[in-house]
């Protein structure tokens, strides 16, 4: 009579022969872990710089409220602190812009270049994994095709 074959310890022998290569994995989460913390410290030094202008052009602001508000002799000094206020303010304002508009451009240039790096390094990473895995399941077939005859 002819023997049956035990599927369920073929199919362990079968996956046992085919091991999971931990180490691509470890290297992936470290490259992905160390691009979220560049990422980070991209945002963080992009939010300081934005509150520094922001801070500044609040206590610039109020410090010409406050000129504008002292008491004057003439009426028509009113008008003129009004109109220097209003003038003071529209150059603030495009300086301030430009420097926000500074802030997102290096913000966009330094993601840019991590983003870069990191997909070169994941793609280094995912080569390197997909090489193993196929020497890996190379020698493992092998190994089962001899163990089959």
């Known amino acids: 009579m002819a023997k049956t074959q035990d599927m ?9 022969a085919f091991p999971v290569d931990t180490k691509a994995m470890e290297d992936a989460f470290k490259t992905t872990a160390t691009l979220n913390e560049k990422l980070s410290h991209v945002a963080l030094e992009a939010a300081e710089k934005s509150t520094e202008i922001s801070a500044k052009w609040t206590k ?6 406050g000129d504008m508000s002292k008491a004057k002799t003439e009426p028509a000094d009113y008008a003129k602190a009004m109109t220097d206020f209003a003038s003071a303010q529209a150059e603030v304002a495009a300086e301030n812009m430009a420097a926000f508009a500074e802030i997102a451009k290096k913000v966009q240039m330094d993601t840019v270049e991590l983003m870069m790096a990191a997909g070169k390094d994941l793609s280094e990473d995912a080569t390197a994994a997909v090489k193993k895995a196929t020497a890996d399941a190379t020698a493992a077939a092998k190994k089962a095709t001899a163990a089959a005859k």
């Open 60 to 65: 610039d602001t109020l410090a010409k409220l």
């Open 8 to 16: 369920t310890a073929t199919l362990k022998e079968m996956m046992g």
